[in-house]
Structures are given as C-alpha cells and as structure tokens.
C-alpha cells in the first residue's frame, strides 16, 4: 500500500520568513510526486517531479525530489500572507499526505 | 476553473438516506476521481474512472458506489448515508492516469445526520 507523510502538519511564520516543507512516500511503483496548494476549497497544482525530473522552480517557490531517500521538500522564500494554505503531496496513484497547514502573519 | 462541476455545494441528510452526488466536467479527459478529505486524514480516493462504464475501488470504497454514463459525468452514491460519511468530498478530472496533474472541482460538503 503507497504511504505518504507529509511534515509538519502545522506551520506559523512570519511574512518575509523561509519554509522548508517535507514530503516522504512509499510507493510499490514510483512514477511521479506532485505537490498541491489548497486556500479555501480545491487544491491547485503546483509542481510535478518524476525521475528525469528532480527539481522544479516557479518563483519563489521550489521544490527537489530525492528518489534514493524517498522524500520530497517543498521550499517557499520570502513568504506572504497569501502563501497561507494547505500544501499537500501526493505520489503514483495519487496517494495524498496528509498536507502541511501553513499560516503566514503579517 | 478547469471546466469541472460539482452539485450540489452543501447537503444536509439524514442516516440511512440515498445521496447522489454528481461530477460534470467539460474537458474530455479520460479520467474522473472522488476523493473524500477529512482532518487527520487528507484526501483518500474513493472510485475513480478511466472511461465510460470502467470504474475501479480506491482506498476508501466501502459503502460508495460510481457510474459514468457519459464521458463527461460521474456519479458518487452512498447507497444508505451514514454518520461516519460526513465530509467534503471532491471530484477530479485529468487527462492522464495518476502521473499528471490533476483538475479539482470545488467540493461538496456533506453531513448526515
């Protein structure tokens, strides 16, 4: 059975402040990881990593994926208070993490 | 929005009630998803399809059932509601079977009472 967990579940920064967010999996059958950004209702896309594609970056936000350790980071610098969500993470066939909750003050 | 539906937004139902809640999307993608997302559990797949009349179990099938008719609708049914149903439950569409990205509808919040 896939497994993913995500840490921490739980995340107060300051505006201005660097998260590093964890995701590690366990898949019988390893084809991609994704990650997900969810403020109010549906979660939106944000990036997906496979083996011929380890690392991707959109702004301030990016994120590596380390396939002999089994785990991905999400990382977001320079946080705002829109950055306040649930990231989630989810692994081939879409197993989800529980999601990390970020709240980013002012 | 990525062209996907769900109806209804809110439902308030009782125990032992059928509900149906219905997915549309208007993107033609080949594959549909329920997922249900609950605190402390995140989103667990429920049924998903990969085409007209070819549906399959995911994590949490017991006491749900699917159809897909049409390409561009999916069902969810709780055949007999139940206390331990309530949640949000989420419809997904993508065009691709797992890899890829996918499209989530805005949600349905379900409590049975």
């Known amino acids: 059975e896939d497994k993913v967990v995500q840490s921490p579940l739980s995340l107060v920064v300051h505006e201005g402040d660097t998260v590093t967010l964890n995701c590690s999996y366990e898949v019988t059958n390893f084809r991609s990881l994704l990650w997900y950004k969810q403020e109010k209702k549906a979660p939106t896309f944000l990036f997906m990593l496979t083996s011929s594609g380890i690392e991707k970056k959109s702004g301030r936000l990016s994120s590596i994926l380390d396939k002999k350790e089994l785990f991905s980071i999400l990382n977001i610098t320079a946080t705002q208070t829109g950055d306040s969500a649930i990231y989630l993470c989810?692994?081939?066939?879409?197993?989800f993490g529980e999601g990390t909750q970020l709240t980013v003050n002012p | 929005d990525a062209g996907i539906t769900q109806s209804p937004r809110h439902k308030v139902t009782e125990t032992g009630t059928p509900v149906t809640l219905r997915c549309h999307q208007t993107?033609?993608?080949?594959?549909m998803y329920w997922y249900r997302q609950d605190p402390g559990h995140g989103l667990r797949l429920i049924h998903y399809s990969y085409g007209v009349k070819d549906t399959d179990k995911g994590e949490v099938s017991d006491g749900y059932s699917v159809s897909r008719s049409k390409t561009e609708d999916f069902l969810l049914t709780l055949e007999s509601a139940t206390s331990s149903q309530t949640s949000v439950y989420f419809c997904a569409i993508g065009p691709t079977g797992g890899i890829g990205e996918l499209f989530f509808g805005s949600g349905t919040q379900l409590s049975v009472l």
């Open positions: 989810a692994v081939f066939r879409l197993t």
């Open positions: 993107e033609n993608h080949r594959y």
